[in-house]
């Protein structure tokens, strides 16, 4: 589980980055995203053994959900690793 304090940071972090953020916009990033951000997780747990806790998987649905704003919730290379995850489904399809 994780603290008030940790939820408190999150949230202070992604107001950081885009200040008009709002619950509709966490709700629908959720929503629209949480299915891939979910295949993507258990790609990166069974492929390089590293857990997705609850915030990690909020960071990759907020950056789907806006890529420009969001930017910078995730690592350099946790954002390489998810787009390039991507870009191989899209070829895929």
Same mark, same amino acid.
């Given at each position: 589980? %994780?603290? @008030? $304090?940790?939820?408190?940071? %999150? #949230?202070? +972090?992604? /107001? +950081? @980055?885009? &200040? !008009? ?14 299915? $891939? #951000? +979910?295949?993507? =997780?258990?790609? /990166? +747990?069974? &492929? ?7 915030? $990690?998987?909020?960071?990759? =649905?907020?950056? @789907? ?7 910078? /919730?995730?690592? !350099?290379?946790?954002?390489? &690793? ?12």
């Amino acid at each position: 589980t %994780f603290t @008030l $304090t940790q939820y408190n940071g %999150f #949230v202070k +972090e992604l /107001v +950081e @980055l885009k &200040s !008009d953020v709002t619950d509709k916009d966490f709700a629908s990033a959720h929503r629209k995203h949480i299915g $891939t #951000v +979910e295949r993507f =997780a258990e790609y /990166v +747990e069974g &492929s390089v053994h590293r857990k997705f806790n609850p915030f $990690t998987r909020m960071r990759h =649905a907020l950056y @789907l959900f806006d890529r420009r704003a969001f930017r910078g /919730v995730l690592f !350099d290379l946790q954002r390489q &690793s998810f787009d390039k995850w991507l870009a191989a489904r899209q070829h895929r399809k």
